[in-house]
């Protein structure tokens, strides 16, 4: 059984929810901005630590350093995503329909970076496979 949306009654002219958004979004934007560094950190760290002599002469090392940049870029695209929307409601400066070379990138980093991020991980996991089943070759 299929309802007419359209015959349904909506009431736009009063949002119940204003009140709790208000309260709730400076929360969330520390959440988000605590989360965004320590992810930041955490794969720079990485990053020098493949840097290192010692991780350098492994294969491995090159796709953890890949993830690593996968998921900075992951998080700045997601931060970035909350910054642009952000605009236009606090600035009224319409990033997104105003800057398409913006728009595209942005949509770019935020559909590639995870998919990235899950293939290194399956290559790094395949890679270890090969290195278990067949130790010394």
């Not at 990053?47 to 900075?72: C, E, P, Q």
């Not at 952000?86 to 800057?99: A, F, P, V, Y």
Request: glycine share 4%; aromatic share 10%; with cysteine.
């Amino acid at each position: 059984m299929t309802t007419n949306m359209s015959s349904l009654p909506v009431d736009y002219t009063h949002d119940n929810n204003s009140t709790q958004l208000s309260t709730t979004q400076p929360i969330s934007y520390a959440i988000l901005s605590t989360m965004s560094l320590v992810g930041f950190l955490g794969n720079l760290l990485i990053l020098v630590a493949m840097g290192n002599r010692k991780f350098s002469h492994m294969s491995t090392s090159v796709y953890l350093a890949v993830l690593a940049v996968s998921d900075i870029l992951t998080v700045f695209s997601g931060v970035f995503t909350i910054v642009v929307l952000g605009s236009d409601q606090w600035l009224d400066l319409h990033l997104r329909s105003e800057h398409i070379a913006l728009c595209v990138t942005l949509e770019f980093l935020v559909y590639w970076g995870p998919k990235v991020s899950c293939w290194c991980i399956v290559a790094i996991t395949l890679e270890r496979f090969v290195a278990v089943l067949m130790p010394h070759r």
